[in-house]
């Protein structure tokens, strides 16, 4: 919202200092984002006259121009418009001037020739659109001054406010006028006065037939009205708030609104269908041309106000039609101005898709009395241009039940110091809140409040004790540390989390963040089902699907990276995954996914038993499972219980195919809900032999329907206590051994806590080894 | 007798000179003082002497030349070893800045990295750490925190809607706001929790807005807690976080689910004022949804973007260079 200092000035006394108005309006809630300085002089910008121009050979787009900026001296300034004569006068930005848009000016020199400044357009001093050539001033004028001096140019200040949801009134300047006036304990300025009404009476109608959208309707008729332009400082002030100056009329109407908050709309009297207004909603699918030359198709949700004839002539609070225009001929005009039920004007503006300046104003909720300051100041401003105006009698004010009467609110001083820690008074609290129009009376220790008609956001005792913090000042409650007897600390989950992910590092790999969206056809390509959640309204159409496994993202990264020659990137992500369900949510859950470029299988393994060691987990790979999407005979389901809780594996080489990959890709996923949900007990000490150990290497030719895991097993229960380590050391396949069989060789570390191992404890334990390993097809070697 | 001694003590000594490594001297040690050495052989013929004085003169001179001998073996032993060794040190000679690269160590996601030290300072300051959902029904998103429908600060909201349940009824969260009332729910006040998380709005991204992106959130609940503990507990955060230089500010503002509320802003050492985030009070109607009684118990609420604390450590320019995956991007970090 643009604030124009000079506006705010008018409605309480301030002085120029605009910085410390602007701390005053930042710290009573209304962040001053930025100040503007609109038209007046550019600091820096002086007047100068053009000696001469010259080409230079080199040069085809800009110029040389030699100006004298009244000292006598030749300064020469490149330039790019060719539209000065010598003689004329033009603004000169000295080096070292910093343009309305930030652009600070330099002695950039060109073709080793350096330039005295620039010499500029229209637009580029902020005074309107003209960018097509030097803006040549008067030729009388002075030379070496600012040119706005020269020109008698006003400046307006203007403050950027960020006005929050919970001040509707401060959309307009006098509702940040009220909250300024109290900061420096003085009042605004009083309302204008309506001026008599004059005979004869002519009235436009009103006829509310929707009377609960629109409980409060008022017309007043004017004549004698003239149309032509506005005063220069009307129109200087809608430009300062980013409004065009149209017609007297249109810009009394916008400047009123701007001024009081209140919206209201004058139509051509004698346009006036009947004479008068109804106010109905529409009929579906019926349709009118508003103001900007659209027509608008409405439903039975939207309201319309229509003349007497029941012609559409507006759509309410949004828009007024093209057929009441005002226009040149104009001499009566009939000025609407009404207090709208503001839920169902957002929901047309929704629907519509159109948000004007009157409609953010309503569905925000507007003072349901704002309306007489805002007619009497209409009238006062169109006099100053349309001194034989009439304020006619028949002035219409009609109102339904549904007019909303604002609250009168308990406060309880005791607990208003309670929640903001400094203890207020009910005397101090009146002295707070008074001056921005809540009307108190003192119950006791506490305050019944009757609150104003422009605040419809306070219903309850805790916006009043906002309003008192406010207007105390939030940085004079102190600051304290609550006393908690709470230890600090992260949960279980969280601990073993981080720890996971140490682990990871430490495995050398890096963490990924992808996108959670995936786009239709990713999870297909990835060989997973496709079944997802999708959104409703993705922000890149097709971009909607809620991943169900981590591992489409990471194949992108991992393609992305080969596609920039890294190859061998390992990657992991933790991240929530949302497959559906058919519970009030999705079956969201938090996973780890793995993707080793350039790494086999066994990779994937290596890394899934480095994790479960250091994690305490454990789980059955099952390789008779494969999971979808991954290598069939070089993937496993890792389950617990019969719940899978993971994959492990290698990436199909049709998906890597798919995703532009040419390394093969390890891939490791687990459920990390399931996983991290429960604290691994600890380590149990197993003592350390001081006896020495022997070593007894064994290979076996062992079928490939074998697993070695079965071999493991079986070589841990024969030999008992006695093994404390067993090492695969090699794998063997090819020349000297049977199709379909391979040599796995196995180092046993075999120790007693009691004694030195003689070598026939070492040959009975290889006894037992081989009776147990040849009932499963395992034959010793040597 | 005692000439075989001197003979073969000086023999001895005289190829000792002549040693040219330890190797020799060791192959020297074994022919004169070994099992079969010259000089031990020598101890075997002493009993075959006539008399004992001859034996005890012959022995002593044999004593003494062992000594000498083994002294002088040991000694010229030392000094190869020493030599032999400051050879070899020299030809281990490496040139320790030629490293052939290796895969080394992960690298954590920087925006992990900056979650992490916020919870690490948060835990220092007492908090807890909770989580939740990233895909909500509307009422954890929106109603119970004080925005039932058609509640015009919705419109501040960009909400990605779910096609999950009846229409309307799910959401992507659009901030971390709903693991509040979850806490609520199931943890009894004294509530001192933080709660970090992904979140999401349907806005057009750019160098400083992202549609995914993470929030972490505080809130305490607890008799007695005021709007300047707020305030104090910001503070602290502030000099935890950043640094002892370091203040803080609120600012009036407006949410719907905390009254009064404020925007807190940093001041860096230098004295500019950054904005950082949202907080206050918690609205009583969040705390009836959260199943908590207003009278008897009061909390604050605060919140800001994680994202841009990774950002703004490490210069990153554009906070969608954090979401590339891009290995030269997260290598750095």
Same mark, same amino acid.
């Given at each position: 919202?643009?604030?124009?200092?000079?506006?705010?000035?008018?409605?309480?006394?301030?002085?120029?200092?605009?910085?410390?108005?602007?701390?005053?309006?930042?710290?009573?809630?209304?962040?001053?984002?930025?100040?503007?300085?609109?038209?007046?002089?550019?600091?820096?910008?002086?007047?100068?006259?053009?000696?001469?121009?010259?080409?230079?050979?080199?040069?085809?787009?800009?110029?040389?121009?030699?100006?004298?900026?009244?000292?006598?001296?030749?300064?020469?300034?490149?330039?790019?418009?060719?539209?000065?004569?010598?003689?004329?006068?033009?603004?000169?930005?000295? @080096?070292?001037?910093?343009?309305?848009?930030?652009?600070?000016?330099?002695?950039?020199?060109?073709?080793?020739?350096?330039?005295?400044?620039?010499?500029?357009?229209?637009?580029?001093?902020?005074?309107?659109?003209?960018?097509?050539?030097?803006?040549?001033?008067?030729?009388?004028?002075?030379?070496?001054?600012?040119?706005?001096?020269?020109?008698?140019?006003?400046?307006?200040?203007?403050?950027?406010?960020?006005?929050?949801?919970?001040?509707?009134?401060?959309?307009?300047?006098?509702?940040?006028?009220?909250?300024?006036?109290?900061?420096?304990?003085i009042s605004v300025t009083p309302a204008p006065v309506l001026p008599p009404s004059q005979a004869p009476v002519r009235s436009a109608t009103v006829e509310l037939v929707d009377g609960d959208r629109c409980p409060?309707?008022?017309?007043?008729?004017?004549?004698?009205?003239?149309?032509?332009?506005?005063?220069?400082?009307?129109?200087?002030?809608?430009?300062?708030?980013?409004?065009?100056?149209?017609?007297?009329?249109?810009?009394?109407?916008?400047?009123?609104?701007?001024?009081?908050?209140?919206?209201?709309?004058?139509?051509?009297?004698?346009?006036?269908?009947?004479?008068?207004?109804?106010?109905?909603?529409?009929?579906?699918?019926?349709?009118?041309?508003?103001?900007?030359?659209?027509?608008?198709?409405?439903?039975?949700?939207?309201?319309?106000?229509?003349?007497?004839?029941?012609?559409?002539?507006?759509?309410?609070?949004?828009?007024?039609?093209?057929?009441?225009?005002?226009?040149?001929?104009?001499?009566?005009?009939?000025?609407?101005?009404?207090?709208?039920?503001?839920?169902?004007?957002?929901?047309?503006?929704?629907?519509?898709?159109?948000?004007?300046?009157?409609?953010?104003?309503?569905?925000?909720?507007?003072?349901?009395?704002?309306?007489?300051?805002?007619?009497?100041?209409?009238?006062?401003?169109?006099?100053?241009?349309?001194?034989?105006?009439?304020?006619?009698?028949?002035?219409?004010?009609?109102?339904?039940?549904? %007019?909303?009467?604002?609250?009168?609110?308990?406060?309880?001083?005791?607990?208003?110091?309670?929640?903001?820690?400094? @203890?207020?008074?009910?005397?101090?609290?009146?002295?707070?809140?008074?001056?921005?129009?809540?009307?108190?009376?003192?119950?006791?220790?506490?305050?019944?409040?009757?609150?104003?008609?422009?605040?419809?956001?306070?219903?309850?005792?805790?916006?009043?004790?906002?309003?008192?913090?406010?207007?105390?000042?939030?940085?004079? %409650?102190?600051?304290?540390?609550?006393?908690?007897?709470?230890?600090?600390?992260?949960?279980?989950?969280?601990?073993?989390?981080?720890?996971?992910?140490?682990?990871?590092?430490? $495995?050398?790999?890096?963490?990924?963040?992808?996108? @959670?969206?995936?786009?239709?056809?990713?999870?297909?390509?990835?060989?997973?089902?496709?079944?997802?959640?999708?959104?409703?309204?993705?922000?890149?159409?097709?971009?909607?699907?809620?991943?169900?496994?981590?591992?489409?993202?990471?194949?992108?990264?991992?393609?992305?990276?080969?596609?920039?020659?890294?190859?061998?990137?390992?990657?992991?992500?933790?991240?929530?995954?949302?497959?559906?369900?058919?519970?009030?949510?999705?079956?969201?859950?938090?996973?780890?996914?793995?993707?080793?470029?350039?790494?086999?299988?066994?990779?994937?393994?290596?890394?899934?038993?480095?994790?479960?060691?250091?994690?305490?987990?454990?789980?059955?790979?099952?390789?008779?499972?494969?999971?979808?999407?991954?290598?069939?005979?070089?993937?496993?389901?890792?389950?617990?219980?019969?719940?899978?809780?993971?994959?492990?594996?290698?990436?199909?080489?049709?998906?890597?195919?798919?995703?532009?990959?040419?390394?093969?890709?390890?891939?490791?996923?687990?459920?990390?809900?399931?996983?991290?949900?429960?604290?691994?007990?600890?380590?149990?000490?197993?003592?350390?032999?001081?006896?020495?150990?022997?070593?007894?290497?064994?290979?076996?030719? $062992?079928?490939?329907?074998?697993?070695?895991?079965?071999?493991?097993?079986?070589?841990?229960?024969?030999?008992?206590?006695?093994?404390?380590?067993?090492?695969?050391?090699?794998?063997?396949?090819?020349?000297?051994?049977?199709?379909?069989?391979?040599?796995?060789?196995?180092?046993?570390?075999?120790?007693?806590?009691?004694?030195?191992?003689?070598?026939?404890?070492?040959?009975?334990?290889?006894?037992?080894?081989?009776?147990?390993?040849?009932?499963?097809?395992?034959?010793?070697?040597? | 007798?005692?000439?075989?001694?001197?003979?073969?003590?000086?023999?001895?000594?005289?190829? =000792?000179?002549?040693?040219?490594?330890?190797?020799?001297?060791?192959?020297?040690?074994?022919?004169?003082?070994?099992?079969?050495?010259?000089?031990?052989?020598?101890?075997?013929?002493?009993?075959?002497?006539?008399?004992?004085?001859?034996?005890?003169?012959?022995?002593?001179?044999?004593?003494? +030349?062992?000594?000498?001998?083994?002294?002088? =073996?040991?000694?010229?032993?030392?000094?190869?070893?020493?030599?032999?060794? +400051?050879?070899?040190?020299?030809?281990?000679?490496?040139?320790?800045?030629?490293?052939?690269?290796?895969?080394?160590?992960?690298? +954590?996601?920087?925006?992990?990295?900056?979650?992490?030290?916020?919870?690490?300072?948060?835990?220092?300051?007492?908090?807890?750490?909770?989580?939740?959902?990233?895909?909500?029904?509307?009422?954890?998103?929106?109603?119970?925190?004080?925005?039932?429908?058609?509640?015009?600060?919705?419109?501040?909201?960009?909400?990605?809607?779910?096609?999950?349940?009846?229409?309307?009824?799910?959401?992507?969260?659009?901030?971390?706001?709903?693991?509040?009332?979850?806490?609520?729910?199931?943890?009894?006040?004294?509530?001192?929790?933080?709660?970090?998380?992904?979140?999401?709005?349907?806005?057009?991204?750019?160098?400083?807005? *992202?549609?995914?992106?993470?929030?972490?959130?505080?809130?305490?609940?607890?008799?007695?807690?005021?709007?300047?503990? =707020?305030?104090?507990?910001?503070?602290?955060?502030?000099?935890?976080?950043?640094?002892?230089?370091?203040?803080?500010?609120?600012?009036?503002?407006?949410?719907?689910?905390?009254?009064?509320?404020?925007?807190?802003?940093?001041?860096?050492?230098?004295?500019?004022?950054?904005?950082?985030?949202?907080?206050?009070?918690?609205?009583?109607?969040? *705390?009836?949804?959260?199943?908590?009684?207003?009278?008897?118990?009061?909390?604050?609420?605060?919140?800001?973007?994680?994202?841009?604390?990774?950002?703004?450590?490490?210069?990153?320019?554009?906070?969608?260079?954090?979401?590339?995956?891009?290995?030269?991007?997260?290598?750095?970090?």
């Open positions: 919202m643009r604030i124009v200092h000079s506006m705010l000035k008018d409605l309480v006394a301030i002085d120029d200092d605009f910085d410390a108005i602007a701390d005053i309006i930042t710290n009573v809630g209304l962040a001053v984002e930025d100040i503007h300085h609109v038209g007046g002089t550019v600091a820096g910008v002086i007047t100068a006259k053009v000696l001469r121009t010259e080409r230079h050979a080199d040069a085809a787009k800009v110029h040389r121009v030699f100006v004298d900026a009244g000292d006598g001296i030749e300064r020469h300034v490149w330039c790019g418009a060719f539209n000065m004569q010598p003689g004329d006068v033009i603004p000169l930005a000295t @080096p070292g001037t910093v343009m309305p848009d930030g652009r600070a000016i330099e002695p950039k020199p060109i073709l080793g020739i350096s330039s005295d400044g620039m010499l500029c357009s229209a637009r580029e001093l902020d005074m309107g659109d003209d960018h097509s050539g030097i803006l040549i001033l008067p030729a009388d004028t002075p030379l070496g001054v600012p040119y706005g001096e020269a020109l008698g140019l006003e400046k307006e200040v203007v403050y950027d406010i960020d006005v929050l949801r919970n001040r509707p009134d401060a959309y307009g300047h006098l509702g940040v006028a009220r909250d300024v006036a109290a900061k420096l304990g409060r309707f008022t017309s007043i008729v004017l004549s004698g009205v003239k149309v032509g332009p506005s005063p220069d400082w009307i129109a200087r002030r809608l430009t300062a708030s980013g409004m065009r100056p149209i017609n007297n009329v249109v810009d009394v109407s916008n400047y009123v609104m701007l001024e009081t908050n209140q919206p209201n709309h004058a139509y051509d009297f004698d346009t006036l269908g009947g004479g008068g207004f109804r106010v109905r909603l529409a009929r579906e699918g019926e349709t009118m041309i508003s103001l900007d030359d659209s027509e608008r198709t409405l439903t039975a949700d939207d309201l319309l106000i229509c003349d007497a004839t029941d012609r559409p002539i507006g759509i309410a609070a949004i828009m007024g039609g093209q057929n009441t225009e005002i226009s040149d001929t104009t001499t009566a005009i009939a000025l609407e101005s009404a207090w709208f039920e503001p839920a169902a004007i957002m929901r047309t503006v929704v629907r519509m898709g159109l948000r004007t300046e009157a409609s953010a104003r309503f569905e925000r909720g507007m003072d349901t009395h704002g309306i007489e300051r805002s007619t009497a100041r209409f009238v006062e401003l169109l006099r100053l241009t349309c001194p034989d105006l009439v304020v006619h009698e028949g002035a219409v004010d009609a109102r339904a039940p549904q %007019l909303p009467v604002p609250p009168v609110l308990r406060v309880r001083s005791a607990r208003v110091g309670a929640l903001l820690g400094t @203890p207020f008074t009910a005397q101090q609290i009146r002295t707070l809140i008074e001056p921005i129009g809540f009307v108190c009376t003192e119950v006791g220790d506490d305050l019944d409040v009757q609150v104003p008609t422009w605040r419809p956001d306070c219903s309850g005792e805790v916006d009043l004790i906002e309003e008192v913090a406010r207007l105390h000042g939030y940085d004079l %409650l102190g600051k304290t540390v609550p006393k908690s007897t709470q230890p600090g600390g992260l949960s279980g989950v969280q601990q073993r989390r981080r720890r996971l992910r140490d682990v990871l590092l430490g $495995l050398g790999l890096t963490e990924a963040m992808p996108h @959670p969206f995936l786009t239709a056809g990713e999870l297909e390509k990835a060989g997973l089902p496709a079944e997802s959640v999708r959104l409703v309204n993705p922000l890149v159409v097709g971009d909607d699907m809620l991943r169900t496994s981590l591992r489409p993202g990471l194949l992108k990264a991992i393609a992305f990276n080969e596609s920039h020659r890294r190859s061998g990137v390992a990657l992991f992500e933790i991240g929530h995954v949302y497959p559906p369900s058919n519970d009030v949510l999705p079956a969201e859950y938090e996973a780890l996914g793995i993707v080793i470029a350039g790494a086999d299988a066994p990779a994937a393994v290596a890394v899934w038993r480095e994790l479960a060691a250091a994690m305490g987990w454990g789980a059955r790979l099952d390789q008779s499972n494969v999971p979808a999407g991954l290598h069939p005979a070089r993937s496993a389901t890792l389950s617990l219980g019969k719940d899978s809780i993971g994959v492990v594996g290698e990436v199909h080489p049709d998906v890597a195919d798919a995703f532009d990959v040419s390394e093969r890709l390890a891939v490791l996923e687990l459920n990390l809900s399931v996983l991290l949900a429960n604290e691994p007990k600890p380590a149990a000490w197993k003592p350390t032999s001081r006896f020495p150990s022997s070593d007894l290497d064994l290979a076996f030719m $062992l079928p490939d329907s074998v697993t070695a895991e079965k071999l493991d097993k079986a070589i841990r229960q024969s030999t008992g206590n006695l093994l404390v380590d067993l090492t695969l050391f090699d794998v063997y396949r090819g020349t000297g051994l049977p199709e379909g069989t391979r040599s796995v060789a196995y180092r046993l570390r075999l120790q007693s806590l009691e004694r030195t191992l003689a070598d026939d404890d070492v040959a009975a334990v290889r006894a037992k080894v081989e009776a147990a390993t040849k009932k499963m097809g395992a034959v010793l070697r040597g | 007798m005692i000439d075989q001694i001197l003979a073969a003590r000086n023999s001895a000594l005289a190829r =000792l000179a002549s040693a040219t490594g330890s190797d020799a001297v060791r192959a020297l040690e074994l022919e004169v003082l070994g099992k079969k050495g010259s000089l031990t052989d020598l101890k075997a013929g002493l009993g075959r002497l006539a008399t004992i004085d001859e034996k005890k003169q012959a022995g002593r001179a044999l004593n003494e +030349a062992t000594t000498e001998v083994a002294g002088a =073996l040991a000694a010229r032993l030392g000094e190869f070893r020493r030599a032999e060794r +400051a050879v070899q040190l020299e030809v281990e000679r490496l040139d320790l800045t030629e490293v052939v690269r290796k895969p080394g160590r992960g690298h +954590a996601h920087p925006v992990t990295q900056a979650w992490q030290r916020l919870e690490d300072v948060f835990v220092g300051l007492g908090f807890q750490v909770a989580e939740g959902p990233e895909v909500e029904t509307d009422w954890y998103n929106f109603e119970a925190l004080n925005m039932p429908a058609n509640h015009p600060a919705r419109s501040m909201h960009d909400t990605f809607y779910v096609d999950h349940g009846a229409p309307g009824s799910t959401v992507l969260r659009t901030h971390t706001s709903p693991v509040q009332i979850r806490v609520m729910q199931t943890i009894p006040p004294p509530i001192y929790m933080v709660m970090p998380g992904r979140v999401f709005r349907n806005e057009t991204t750019d160098a400083t807005h *992202l549609a995914v992106f993470h929030q972490i959130e505080g809130l305490v609940i607890d008799r007695g807690i005021t709007l300047a503990d =707020l305030a104090g507990t910001i503070e602290a955060f502030t000099k935890a976080f950043f640094g002892d230089g370091f203040t803080s500010r609120l600012r009036p503002s407006y949410f719907p689910f905390t009254e009064p509320s404020a925007e807190f802003d940093i001041r860096t050492p230098k004295g500019d004022w950054l904005e950082l985030g949202g907080c206050g009070m918690v609205h009583p109607n969040v *705390l009836r949804a959260g199943g908590i009684d207003p009278e008897e118990f009061s909390g604050f609420a605060f919140g800001f973007g994680i994202d841009r604390m990774a950002k703004e450590r490490h210069s990153i320019n554009d906070v969608r260079e954090m979401y590339t995956n891009d290995i030269r991007f997260l290598e750095q970090f």
